[in-house]
């Protein structure tokens, strides 16, 4: 039972433009949604994260949007840079539960 | 600033050998600690997690143990390894809030 989903396994996008990473959730318990990203062999390094209480958070050129009604999260990555290219995780997190819940991730590929 | 350490960076085993994992955080006080296993081609896995010295939480029933012997420091271990435990070992702390951070990873290869 796979209660984060990240459907698509892979995404190419030029430099410049725009990537956007999606998110599926399933468990409404799930209060807290984070995105990290992780280049081969080391450890992921955390992004940004949002509430449940927020529909939009922004840090620089991420901004993850939250629509809890459809149970979706996505990334947003502007402008798009080559240094970007990583498999991108989504996590989530329900209550006093300290479990991480993580889907598969997604490979991202900034061509120059 | 907090830093986050593992060792070994990779391992390779064979079959019904024993195995120690180590991580240790450094400049931060109680902090909770968590292994996950990745295995090739799937997401990240939380295996146990601790929010004390002595204090474990298994998340999965399987072949490995986890001991934090001490504030900062969390071991993970296997009396005998299998194939199936093949991958990349992740050491994350946090500091009682929500966000993880995670430590560079040990490759274990078993054969």
């Known amino acids: 039972d796979q209660q984060v989903k990240q459907n698509s396994p892979s995404l190419s996008v030029q430099e410049g433009r725009i990537s956007i990473l999606n998110c599926d959730y399933t468990?409404?318990?799930?209060?807290?949604f984070l995105w990290y990203k992780k280049y081969p062999a080391e450890g992921p390094t955390f992004l940004i994260s949002?509430?449940?209480?927020?529909d939009k958070n922004e840090d620089g050129r991420f901004t993850v949007f939250l629509n809890k009604s459809a149970k979706h999260l996505s990334l947003h990555i502007v402008p798009s840079q080559p240094g970007d290219s990583a498999v991108y995780f989504c996590?989530?997190?329900?209550?006093?539960?300290?479990?991480?819940?993580f889907g598969k991730g997604t490979l991202l590929t900034v061509n120059p | 600033s907090q830093t986050i350490h593992q060792w070994p960076a990779t391992l390779v085993q064979p079959v019904g050998s024993p195995l120690s994992l180590e991580c240790t955080v450094e400049?931060?006080?109680?902090?909770?600690l968590y292994w996950y296993r990745q295995a090739a081609g799937r997401g990240l896995q939380l295996l146990f997690y601790?929010?004390?010295?002595?204090?474990i939480s298994s998340e999965v029933p399987q072949n490995l143990s986890a001991s934090r012997p001490q504030d900062r420091q969390f071991i993970l271990s296997s009396k005998k390894l299998l194939l199936s435990d093949s991958g990349f070992y992740l050491c994350?702390?946090?500091?009682?809030?929500?966000?993880?951070?995670f430590g560079p990873g040990t490759r274990l290869t078993v054969l």
């Open positions: 994350a702390w946090d500091p009682g809030q929500k966000t993880q951070y």
């Open positions: 468990n409404s318990m799930f209060d807290y």
């Open positions: 949002i509430s449940s209480i927020k």
């Open positions: 996590a989530a997190l329900g209550g006093s539960n300290y479990k991480l819940t």
């Open positions: 400049g931060t006080s109680n902090p909770n």
């Open positions: 601790s929010v004390g010295i002595g204090q």
